[in-house]
């Protein structure tokens, strides 16, 4: 890693712990999250109570023990009153961010004054869990380049259909299953059980991928990925078979190790008259891969947090037998903050960076560093950075400018829907980044230099976790664009 990666990835650290210590500093006004929940009150001198009972409603499919595995607490212990409805507040959160309902509500059923004794209710709303969704989508890395750089060009579009199913049998195991035709053929199986053992901490996941491309992106050059087309031959084959376990002692900590072999082909063409270096001279590029990830997620709302802070690290092997067609160690380390201040007003910052650790020259195939979801900097949607290390320093601030739930009644006929929660917030961003590239940067001015980029914003929130992002940017290139992103959770 050289000098300059190496003085950006420690400045940005340094620049956002000092900026982030000030806000600390300033946290005294931070607002309690408000609840719905109502803990009894005594007017003798109770600190705590003692949780009897807990029932659950509301749930067709989802399992009881699956969402009571979501508390921080359980029955016979005690919770002080002081932070109890606190408390409650945060494990209503904890239900919700399983994704599996639209709402939940944890109330008071009974209390039995003399012995500090009560009884909870919990009370859900299901969300829909099936999702077969037509597909109609580009084949490019993001609407921008498709509609602008490509001239919305609708041959580049693939079609088919993808099932999602995120509770299957109840126990918030998903399922997803992809048939696309068109620009690139693609099948895909990836089946998910998070809880495997009596206690549910352990987990798996199986997944299968098959495509047949006629068209790929073989280079980079002005900091795009430069494409060619042939309907007679077929330019790219990817093959991928794939385990994982995980473990998930507690709410908040998960650790995951999967082993995944790789089977990729280019046609000889590829090779010899577009990009030598695409498979570093061979035509199949073959191996085992390992990655363990480490997690500690506290965030409030997972897909669009407003508090909490996510350490996530992982280190992956590609190349594990002798013979394989890879052979590259890579460091993954990245930290998120966010919290409230004000009644209206949030921040957040995440730090990332990624290192190779083994310094040989990497198969273009696979060295791919920022432009590529999820990791972009905001004002360089258009172009791509490749390379053996980067990382990026993010910044936002936000200020809700509507938070409103509408019943939409007889207009949605799915009960899972009827209740529309929308937020509205103004978002500014400051983004730093930087791609190291000792093998592929030539011709590509955007490698090897600081990127900033600067945005104004609308982020619209749907149902808790969709999220829509109306953006306008600006790069240090003095370069200026509308943008849109958006996330979806399933």
């Known amino acids: 890693m050289n000098h300059s990666f190496h003085s950006f990835f420690w400045q940005s650290l340094l620049r956002n712990s000092l900026i982030f210590s000030f806000l600390l500093s300033c946290r005294g006004g931070l607002d309690a999250q408000s609840s719905s929940s109502h803990a009894p009150t005594n007017p003798e001198t109770l600190d705590h109570v003692i949780v009897r009972k807990i029932g659950v409603e509301g749930n067709q499919r989802t399992k009881t023990e699956i969402i009571l595995r979501e508390l921080d607490f359980q029955l016979n212990d005690s919770l002080s009153l002081a932070t109890l409805t606190a408390r409650l507040a945060e494990n209503e959160l904890n239900i919700l961010n399983t994704g599996l309902f639209t709402?939940?509500?944890?109330?008071?059923?009974?209390?039995?004054?003399?012995?500090?004794?009560?009884?909870?209710?919990?009370?859900?709303?299901?969300?829909?869990?099936?999702?077969?969704f037509p597909i109609l989508e580009m084949a490019d890395r993001n609407f921008n380049v498709w509609w602008d750089t490509y001239d919305h060009d609708f041959s580049r579009l693939n079609w088919g259909i993808r099932f999602y199913h995120t509770n299957l049998t109840g126990r918030k195991d998903q399922l997803k299953a992809v048939f696309q035709q068109g620009f690139t053929k693609k099948y895909e199986l990836i089946y998910t059980l998070p809880y495997l053992n009596r206690h549910r901490r352990l987990g798996a996941n199986i997944n299968f991928l098959y495509t047949r491309e006629r068209q790929i992106g073989y280079a980079t050059q002005g900091n795009e990925l430069i494409f060619t087309n042939d309907r007679d031959r077929l330019l790219l084959q990817r093959f991928r078979l794939g385990a994982a376990a995980q473990y998930r002692r507690n709410l908040d900590i998960t650790h995951r190790l999967s082993l995944t072999f790789h089977d990729n082909l280019i046609h000889d063409f590829v090779r010899t008259e577009l990009n030598p270096d695409f498979f570093l001279g061979g035509t199949e590029q073959r191996y085992l891969a390992a990655t363990y990830q480490f997690t500690v997620d506290k965030r409030d709302i997972r897909p669009y947090p407003m508090h909490g802070y996510l350490i996530d690290a992982s280190i992956a092997r590609n190349g594990l037998l002798i013979g394989d067609g890879m052979n590259a160690l890579n460091l993954q380390a990245s930290f998120q903050q966010f919290f409230s201040f004000g009644k209206k007003w949030s921040t957040g910052f995440v730090l990332k960076g990624v290192s190779g650790l083994l310094r040989n020259k990497q198969p273009y195939y696979g060295s791919q560093a920022l432009g590529y979801e999820p990791?972009?900097?905001?004002?360089?949607?258009?172009?791509?950075?490749?390379?053996?290390?980067?990382?990026?320093?993010?910044?936002?601030?936000?200020?809700?400018?509507?938070?409103?739930?509408?019943?939409?009644?007889?207009?949605?006929?799915?009960?899972?829907?009827?209740?529309?929660?929308?937020?509205?917030?103004?978002?500014?961003?400051?983004?730093?980044?930087?791609?190291?590239?000792?093998?592929?940067?030539?011709?590509?001015?955007?490698?090897?230099?600081?990127?900033?980029?600067?945005t104004l914003g609308l982020d619209l929130v749907l149902y808790y976790d969709k999220v829509f992002n109306f953006e306008v940017s600006r790069n240090h290139l003095n370069e200026y664009g509308f943008y849109l992103h958006w996330t979806f959770s399933f």
């Open 103 to 132: 709402s939940t509500k944890i109330s008071f059923k009974e209390w039995t004054a003399a012995t500090n004794e009560v009884g909870l209710l919990i009370t859900v709303q299901e969300g829909w869990y099936v999702f077969p």
């Open 375 to 454: 990791d972009f900097i905001r004002g360089y949607e258009y172009y791509v950075m490749d390379g053996l290390d980067y990382a990026y320093n993010k910044s936002l601030v936000r200020y809700r400018l509507f938070d409103r739930t509408f019943n939409l009644g007889p207009y949605m006929r799915l009960e899972s829907f009827r209740e529309m929660p929308i937020k509205l917030f103004l978002v500014f961003h400051n983004e730093l980044g930087y791609a190291n590239n000792p093998f592929y940067g030539q011709n590509n001015s955007l490698a090897n230099e600081l990127l900033w980029g600067t």
